[in-house]
C-alpha cells in the first residue's frame, strides 16, 4: 500500500500562510490522482484541490482561489499545498490521498490517505 506522511501544520493568525507537505512512498505521481480534502470541526469533509492522473491540478475549491496553490515535486515524490492570506474558515484538519483513477478522485473516493495535520487559524 502506498503510504503519505504529511506535515506543516501549525496555528497562525489571520493573513498568515503556511505550506503543507505530503511524502508520498515509491513513484506514484504517473500513476495516481491526488488530492487535498480538510474537514472542519462539527463540518463535512470538503475537497480543497485535485491533480489529474500526470499532476494537472483540475479543481479548487472557490473559497481558496486566489490564495491556495497545489504542486507536486515528482524528484522528491512530495505533493505541497501553499496557503496564504488564510481566514478563520480555513482552520481544520488537512488531509492529503491519493486514488488510481481520475473518476475516483472527482468522487473523491480515494484510495490512500495521510494521517492528517492540523491548521488553526484564529486571532
Known amino acids: 500500500q502506498v503510504q503519505m506522511v504529511e506535515s506543516g501544520g501549525g496555528s497562525v493568525q489571520p493573513g498568515g500562510s503556511l505550506r503543507l507537505s505530503c511524502v508520498v512512498s515509491?513513484?506514484?505521481?504517473?500513476?495516481?490522482?491526488m488530492g487535498w480534502l480538510r474537514q472542519a470541526p462539527e463540518k463535512q469533509r470538503e475537497g480543497v484541490a485535485r491533480t489529474t492522473i500526470g499532476g494537472t491540478v483540475t479543481y479548487y475549491t472557490d473559497s481558496v482561489k486566489g490564495r491556495f496553490t497545489a504542486s507536486q515535486d515528482n524528484s522528491k515524490n512530495t505533493l505541497y499545498l501553499q496557503m496564504n492570506s488564510l481566514k478563520p474558515e480555513d482552520t481544520g484538519m488537512y488531509y492529503c490521498?491519493?486514488?488510481?483513477?481520475?473518476?475516483?478522485?472527482?468522487?473523491?473516493?480515494?484510495?490512500?490517505w495521510g494521517q492528517g495535520t492540523q491548521v488553526t487559524v484564529s486571532s
Open positions: 515509491g513513484d506514484v505521481y504517473s500513476k495516481y490522482c
Open positions: 490521498a491519493a486514488a488510481s483513477t481520475n473518476e475516483r478522485c472527482l468522487r473523491r473516493q480515494y484510495d490512500v
